[in-house]
């Protein structure tokens, strides 16, 4: 027998636990934008401000700049929530499954989940951030998110509402496809707001000579994202690099950015000219 059609036989009793878990679901959203921004704010902006500042990558953010970015963030969460509310029908009908026990589909299954899925998040947004940056798309949604040249971590959701569905569909179109563990899709919203808003802090953190070696090559940095801020080409990959060497979208100064900014250029033998 195929399961019910989501959101079959809705009566008024079943409205009000909508609203109710509407409600629910904009309090999670909402408190997961704000605990991952604020903390990593006041931790790079407030409380090692002086000692960061010589590794500022333009400048610090403007007053207006993130209360406008707070705004639409905060529009955003309003519409991760309504698409939560459709995840969770999907799971009550049998078209999704999230579940509970940690052996359910394997031990495997549970620990390579979550790699996959921050790759899957990464495949996802670099291919639908280079749409975002065509033509209509970039001038009626996107031009939204690049207001802020010299963003702040209060910009990790600050998304046209088009823009946020995009964003969202994420795990639905996962769920789509592979079960999840509660856990896992627990731990996977934790790490993508606290990289997202680090990504957007204005100051780069990471050591000296990390974009040059082993893994660091791989992996985005807040200069990375904030280039593609300054200057809307290139750098449109999220978590990894890869899609952006492999593509040619990788900035030719990158390198020399993140050098300039942790102050690895200073350090750096200097080449004799040849004559």
Excluded: K
Aim: charge should be positive; include cysteine; aromatic fraction near 14%.
């Amino acid at each position: 027998m195929p399961p019910p059609a989501p959101f079959a036989g809705i009566d008024a009793g079943a409205l009000v636990a909508l609203a109710q878990g509407f409600s629910g679901a904009l309090l999670f959203e909402a408190s997961r934008y704000l605990a991952g921004a604020v903390l990593v704010w006041l931790l790079l902006h407030v409380l090692l401000r002086r000692r960061l500042t010589p590794r500022l990558i333009g400048r610090w953010p403007s007053r207006a700049d993130m209360r406008r970015e707070m705004l639409y963030s905060l529009t955003s969460t309003l519409v991760f929530a309504g698409m939560g509310l459709v995840v969770f029908a999907l799971v009550r009908s049998g078209h999704m499954e999230i579940y509970g026990h940690a052996d359910a589909h394997g031990r495997w299954w549970l620990w390579l989940s979550l790699p996959a899925l921050i790759v899957w998040h990464d495949l996802f947004f670099y291919w639908t951030h280079r749409a975002l940056h065509t033509g209509w798309l970039f001038r009626h949604v996107h031009r939204v998110h690049h207001r802020s040249h010299h963003p702040s971590p209060w910009a990790a959701y600050a998304f046209h509402p088009v823009e946020a569905f995009i964003n969202g569909l994420v795990v639905p179109l996962a769920l789509l496809v592979v079960p999840l563990h509660g856990g896992v899709l627990f731990l996977f919203g934790v790490h993508q707001i606290l990289r997202n808003a680090h990504g957007h802090a204005a100051v780069e953190t990471l050591p000296v000579g990390f974009v040059r070696h082993g893994l660091g090559r791989w992996i985005t940095t807040t200069t990375h994202h904030h280039l593609h801020h300054e200057t809307g080409r290139g750098h449109y990959g999220l978590w990894f690099t890869w899609w952006d060497r492999w593509c040619g979208t990788e900035r030719a100064d990158y390198a020399q950015r993140f050098d300039a900014v942790t102050g690895a250029a200073a350090r750096l033998p200097v080449r004799p000219r040849s004559s």
